[in-house]
Structure formats: structure tokens, C-alpha cells
């Protein structure tokens, strides 16, 4: 009897650890930081042995299964269409960034779920691999030859040469690889980063406030590191690289031989501070001879003043600089005086001042100044705090030395800007009724999204007008044109106060990009959409904002009328503001065959 009993109550001392196990839940791929070789699932639950990866791609494939069908979607969402044609690199980019944060939110999808659901992760099996592989086959395929019909309608739209067809086949893929891969290193190093200090920081204190402490550093820290390392070093080099730029004279460019521009005789200002695009712009423009053919009767030589970021230590000495030149040259004495803000680069587009000339038949001055080095694309993302500053110094020290002129002596005085140069102009001013007050007329180009008066005339617009084509209260002072054949709502409507004009096109990115746009559906892609935008463009999260950031560098390389090239708009834009006499539009549409295209600024 007690042989039967001792082999009895082995018996149940063995099986006693199997009753108690439980589900399985092994093969956990999360590794915590304690785990070292099982898996520890909390008070009350057996431990059991990790399981081996499954045999297959997953063993050499070091990417979770859930996180792939996210970056997946999102890789073929990124090949709708935006609003100007890509190339295979730009779409490659496009995808890998899209794919990249597809899988992180794939990744933290399935995370979630996990933590609603109480369970460890499980390892997939191999027919949801198999099942993975089949899906990609055939939807990346589908989504390439969509994406290039979409490119080849706005390259129809737009009349752009077409890309070649194996751009989507050598270049896309390697684009698309390369920063998915190291986006989603960078993220896995970040959380190798965190585990370690929250393991660290667990000896000295309670496991949640480690939590909360690590998840601080490291998200601070990240931000300091991206800020003021990596944006910081990159505006710096580009900052630096960009200033021996501004050195060299374009080809042809020589220096004035009249004291009417900055930089000639009896200047104040000198050649060589002018800057690469400074001296471009004093050089430049139609003579008195030229204006008078054109314009059909007599002419005299204009005024052009320009000061640029050598002439002067600050902002404030280089707008009474090129203001003491502007008064030097005879520009208070013009019938016309326009103050402009440049692109970061100082660069201005030269259609807009020359039809100003051609207008006023030359009796007219245009000054500004150079606040950046930086390209008009990369000085729109970081420079516009100095675009602001130059913006509202100059107009303020040429608007003192305007008031201090005899009211029946004054010039009429006119604001003009292009891109993030209107986000300068608009500075000075409070609003509507400011700009009515202190100036005759008002030029914006391609304004920015974050523009603080055009955003609040497009967010202010009477109700039933569109984002595309606003109408501010009853287009009395403000109006916007998207389409220079038409002329701006609200049509038939009579415009007999200061008249301030944005041009802009519906496919300008310029115009369009924000931050918002990656949570939030703006309201043109909720309306019809503009003349030169195809109506398969829709607002996608996280991937529309990408499309139109990898629009803006390339907004200057689409033909007249689209993007963010607007030289042959300055006619109509001009005629518009400026009122002047003896234009009829015979004579316009000569004009738009004399202005020069425009020249980008790199």
C-alpha cells in the first residue's frame, strides 16, 4: 500500500504543473528588457520557453507581419496623384516615407490591440506570410500603373514632357527602399535607447515614474537633436554654401552706367555688396527706348534700388540704406513707388518689375533688399521670421520718408511680393482697411499658407464662396485671382476702393502646404477642384502631406500658368492694380509678348 501511494502522489506532482499551465503563449516576439530566454507573463501564470521562428521568410526578414500590411497601404496610397507631375525618384521618396510611417502605425496598431486583448504577441504563420507576398504581387504593380496615369494626366494638364517609363522601374524602388529602411532603423534605435535607460533608471526608482522619466528624455531629447543639431547644422552649411553662391554675377549682368540704380554712379550702395541677384535686378529691365516702342509714345529710364545682405550689418541699416539710395536716385519724385520683398535669396522675378516699368511708361521706382542666402524653397520652410523683419523694416522706413513729403507730392505708393516675399509685404500691415490706408495698391503672388492676412481673408470668405476662388466680404478691397483670363470674383461687381490682389494658382504648392495637412483635410481638396488640378486628388492622412512637401522644390519647373510660376500673370495682375491709362488690351497682350519668362532662382 504505501508503494501505490507514493507512485500515486508522484504521478500528481507531475501533472500538477501541466494542469496549471494555462494557453500557451509562446513565441512572443516582444523582448522586454528582464526576458532572457521566457517570457514573464505576470503573477499567478506559469513561464513557459520562447518557441523558434517559424522556418521561412520570416526568419531573415526582420520586420513584423502587421507592420508590413500598413507599410504596404500606405505605399500604394502614395501614388495617387498631388498637385504637380513626380518623377520616379520624387515618387520613390514619396513611398518610402509613406511606407515608413505605415509601418509604425501598423506597428503600434498591433500593440494596442495586444494591450486591449491582455495577450502576449504570437508569431504569424506562414500561410499570413505567403498571403502578405501574394497581396504586394499584385497591388504594387496595380498601383504603379495607376500612378502613372495619374502623372501622365497632369503632364497633360500642365503640357510636361512625359517621364520615362523606366524611372517607375530602376529608380522608384531604390528610392523607396532607402529611406524606409533607415526611418524605420532610426525608430528601432529609439526604442533600443529606451528600454536601456528605462532599465537603468528602474534601479533607482519606481518602474512607472522610470517609464514616464525615459519616455520624457527621449522625447525631448529627440526634438533638441533634430532642432538644434541636425536643422540647425543643415540651415547652416546650406546657409554657408548658398553665400558663395550669392558671390557670382549671372552671365551678362554688368554693372550700371546710369546713378537711377543702385550700384551705378553716385550709388550708395555698391556693386559688389549687391549680391548675385541684386546685381541681376539693377542690371536688368527694359531701357526708356525699349518701353517707349512697346508702349507706343514717349519714356523715361525708371528707378531700381536694391540693398543687399553685404551692404549692411542689419535688417533695419539695410532698409535706410536702400531707402537713402531710393531718395539718392530720384525715386520720391516717381509717379509710381513700389516696395518689394524679395525671395529668401533676394531674388525677384523679373516679369514683375518690368511690366511695372512698361506700364508707367518708366515713370516709376521699385526698391527692395535681400534678407536670406538661402533658395526661395528652402528659405519658405526656415527663414521666415527674416522675411518678416525685412518685410515690415523696409515699407516703414520708406512709408516715414514717404509722409514726410507734401500730400500733392507724393508718389503713389504700392506693396508688391512674391511666395514668402508676400508674407514680408503683408507684414507692416493689420489688415484690410491698413492696407487700404497706407498704400494705393496692394500685389501678393503665390502666398503662403501660413500668410497671416491671406489666411485670415481665406478663412473669413463670404459664405458660398470656395477656398479656391474666395470672395472677403464682397471683394471691396481684397480679391483673389486663380485663372488671369477671367477677372477676379465677384464678377461684374464695381472695385472703386485700394485695390489688393493675390494671385494664385489652384495647383501652386506654395499655397497649399501646411502641417495641417497631415491630420486634417483642407478645405480645397473638400470643393471642386481648380482649373489645373486633376480630380483624382484626394486628401489622404500623413501621405498628402508628404505629396505636396516633395511639390515644393519643384514648384518653379512647370510651364507658364501652373505651379508656381506666374510671370505672364504680372500683366494682368499689374493692369489691375495700377489702373493704368492707355492700355487697352491689344496693347496687354503685346506686353505678355515682350515680358521676359520667368528665371528661377535655384
Not at 555698391?270 to 536688368?284: K, N, Q, T
Not at 542689419?314 to 524679395?342: K, N
Not at 508656381?564 to 491689344?586: C, F, Q
Request: a neutral charge.
Amino acid at each position: 500500500m504505501t508503494g501505490v501511494a507514493t507512485r500515486a502522489a508522484a504521478r500528481e506532482s507531475t501533472a500538477a504543473p501541466s494542469a496549471r499551465t494555462g494557453p500557451d503563449r509562446a513565441g512572443s516576439d516582444r523582448a522586454g528588457p528582464d526576458r532572457a530566454g521566457a517570457d514573464r507573463v505576470g503573477p499567478g501564470r506559469a513561464v513557459t520557453a520562447p518557441q523558434p521562428p517559424p522556418p521561412g521568410v520570416r526568419r531573415h526578414l526582420p520586420y513584423t507581419l502587421t507592420g508590413l500590411w500598413f507599410a504596404l497601404l500606405f505605399t500604394c496610397l502614395s501614388f495617387t496623384p498631388s498637385l504637380l507631375p513626380r518623377s520616379g525618384l520624387v515618387q520613390g521618396l514619396v513611398c518610402g516615407l509613406s511606407a515608413a510611417i505605415g509601418y509604425g502605425l501598423g506597428v503600434f496598431a498591433a500593440a494596442a490591440w495586444r494591450a486591449v486583448a491582455d495577450r502576449d504577441a504570437r508569431p504569424p504563420r506562414p500561410m499570413s506570410w505567403a498571403l502578405l507576398a501574394v497581396a504586394a504581387a499584385v497591388a504594387l504593380p496595380v498601383a504603379v500603373v495607376l500612378g502613372r496615369y495619374w502623372q501622365d494626366r497632369i503632364r497633360d494638364l500642365m503640357g510636361v514632357a512625359p517621364d520615362f517609363v523606366l524611372s517607375s522601374v530602376l529608380i522608384l524602388p531604390l528610392a523607396a527602399l532607402v529611406p524606409f529602411v533607415a526611418l524605420v532603423a532610426a525608430a528601432r534605435g529609439l526604442r533600443w535607447l529606451y528600454r536601456h535607460l528605462d532599465r537603468r533608471l528602474r534601479r533607482w526608482i519606481g518602474p512607472r515614474a522610470a517609464d514616464v522619466l525615459t519616455g520624457a528624455i527621449i522625447v525631448v531629447g529627440t526634438a533638441l537633436v533634430v532642432n538644434g543639431v541636425l536643422v540647425d547644422g543643415a540651415v547652416r552649411l546650406a546657409d554657408h554654401v548658398f553665400s558663395l553662391q550669392n558671390e557670382d554675377t549671372e552671365p551678362g549682368v554688368t554693372q550700371p552706367t546710369t546713378g537711377l540704380r543702385s550700384g551705378g554712379p553716385g550709388s550708395l550702395v555698391s556693386w559688389d555688396s549687391l549680391g548675385r541677384y541684386g546685381r541681376s535686378f539693377v542690371a536688368g529691365g527694359p531701357t526708356a527706348a525699349q518701353i517707349g516702342v512697346v508702349r507706343g509714345g514717349g519714356a523715361i529710364p525708371p528707378v531700381r534700388t536694391y540693398a543687399g545682405l553685404d551692404s549692411a550689418a542689419g535688417v533695419e541699416d539695410r532698409a535706410r540704406l536702400a531707402v537713402d539710395d531710393l531718395q539718392r536716385a530720384g525715386g520720391f519724385s516717381r509717379s509710381v513707388l513700389v516696395v518689394a520683398t524679395t525671395t529668401g535669396s533676394g531674388w525677384i522675378d523679373p516679369a514683375s518689375p518690368d511690366t511695372v516699368e512698361y506700364l508707367t511708361g518708366g515713370d516709376c521706382a521699385v526698391v527692395t533688399m535681400q534678407y536670406s542666402y538661402l533658395p526661395s524653397w528652402l528659405s519658405y520652410l526656415v527663414d521666415q521670421d527674416r522675411a518678416r523683419d525685412a518685410g515690415r523694416e523696409l515699407f516703414d522706413a520708406v512709408y516715414a520718408r514717404w509722409s514726410d513729403l507734401p500730400a500733392n507730392a507724393r508718389p503713389r505708393l504700392f506693396v508688391y511680393g512674391e511666395s514668402l516675399g508676400s508674407f514680408g509685404a503683408e507684414a507692416p500691415f493689420s489688415g484690410e482697411y491698413d492696407l487700404r490706408n497706407r498704400t494705393s495698391g496692394t500685389l501678393l503672388v503665390g502666398p503662403p499658407a501660413f500668410n497671416t492676412l491671406f489666411r485670415q481673408f481665406v478663412d473669413g470668405r463670404d459664405r458660398g464662396s470656395t477656398a479656391v476662388a474666395p470672395v472677403f466680404r464682397g471683394g471691396r478691397i481684397v480679391r483673389f485671382d486663380s485663372d488671369p483670363a477671367t477677372p477676379p470674383p465677384p464678377v461684374g461687381v464695381p472695385w472703386t476702393d485700394t485695390r489688393v490682389l493675390y494671385l494664385l494658382h489652384p495647383s501652386d504648392p506654395v499655397v497649399k502646404w501646411s502641417t495641417d495637412l497631415i491630420l486634417q483635410r483642407p478645405d480645397w481638396l473638400e470643393e471642386p477642384r481648380g482649373r489645373d488640378v486633376v480630380d483624382a486628388v484626394h486628401w489622404i492622412p500623413f501621405v498628402t502631406f508628404w505629396q505636396v512637401t516633395f511639390d515644393l522644390p519643384f514648384a518653379l519647373d512647370v510651364p507658364q500658368g501652373h505651379g508656381h510660376t506666374y510671370s505672364r500673370e504680372y500683366i494682368d495682375g499689374w493692369a489691375t492694380v495700377l489702373e493704368p491709362t492707355g492700355w487697352d488690351e491689344a496693347a496687354l497682350a503685346r506686353l505678355r509678348d515682350v515680358v521676359a519668362p520667368p528665371r528661377s532662382p535655384a
